[in-house]
Nanobody, 125 residues
Framework: VQLQASGGGLVQAGGSLGLSCAAS????????IAWFRQAPGKEREFVST????????NYADSVKGRFTISKDDAKNTVHLQMNSLKPEDTAVYYC???????????????????WGQGTQVTVSS
């Protein structure tokens, strides 16, 4: 299984970025996919997740209303659209998938088994 995160970059506060997570070795139409982020000196934290059907999503309170997760089954890819970015959104963003099927969306790092390499997002003030 490989998860390839891309789309990071440098943006000014208030700007937007779109991240993509391209999956191989698993089918996003059958797996929950999540985004996490890790800022320097901080623990990795949950950002957003989408279930296998795309009909159920969850967001951290800190990004609710600004970030939107979606997926393209045909391209086997999950997207994270980030709007109204703030300096505190600066982090390395990772996509992840669990090996186990859970009946509900999960938000804890240890519940995810497959991880992408991360993509840097830097928001300047």
């Amino acid at each position: 299984v490989q998860l390839q995160a891309s789309g990071g970059g440098l943006v000014q506060a208030g700007g937007s970025l779109g991240l993509s997570c391209a999956a191989s070795g698993l089918t996003v139409s059958r797996y929950t996919i999540a985004w996490f982020r890790q800022a320097p000196g901080k623990e990795r934290e949950f950002v957003s997740t989408i279930n296998w059907s795309g009909r159920s999503t969850n967001y951290a309170d800190s990004v609710k209303g600004r970030f939107t997760i979606s997926k393209d089954d045909a391209k086997n890819t999950v997207h994270l659209q980030m709007n109204s970015l703030k300096p505190e959104d600066t982090a390395v963003y990772y996509c992840a998938a669990p090996r186990t099927y859970y009946g509900s969306l999960r938000t804890l790092v240890h519940e995810y088994d497959y991880w992408g390499q991360g993509t840097q997002v830097t928001v300047s003030s």
